[in-house]
């Protein structure tokens, strides 16, 4: 059974850091594009930032470039979203995603087969 974990959400003040992590069990991130996804009140979930299998290629959204990083330890089935001055529009519910196709860098959301149970981000102005 897959199961993907996040956690590190919280409450923050504008400007300041999260670090959210996913922890992946029941399938190896091997040859997976790893990605974190959003998705606000009233708003339809949209991605945030990708990471292809080996590291070396990554995406970001235009609102986080800059601001966020994503990265991943496959030793450890792991995926990492390093957010720093942290707005209140980042406010959302944050979830981790494993592309479904093997070898292949991918930001559209179909291309993603599992998903985590979401952790909530909040950022107070």
């Known amino acids: 059974q897959v199961q993907l974990v996040e956690s590190g959400g919280g409450l923050v003040q504008a400007g300041d850091s999260l670090r959210l992590s996913c922890a992946a069990s029941?399938?190896?991130?091997?040859?997976?594009?790893m990605g974190w996804f959003r998705q606000a009140p009233g708003k339809e979930r949209e991605i945030v930032t990708a990471?292809?299998?080996?590291?070396?290629?990554?995406y970001y959204a235009d609102s986080v470039k800059g601001r966020f990083t994503i990265s991943r330890d496959n030793a450890k089935n792991t995926v990492y979203l390093q957010m720093n001055s942290l707005k209140p529009e980042d406010a959302a519910v944050y979830y981790c995603?494993?592309?479904?196709?093997?070898?292949?860098?991918?930001?559209?959301?179909?291309?993603?087969?599992?998903w985590g149970q979401g952790t909530q981000v909040t950022v107070s102005s």
């Open positions: 990471i292809a299998w080996h590291g070396a290629t990554t």
């Open positions: 029941g399938l190896t991130f091997t040859g997976r594009a």
């Open positions: 995603a494993v592309s479904q196709t093997l070898w292949t860098m991918t930001t559209t959301p179909e291309n993603y087969r599992y």
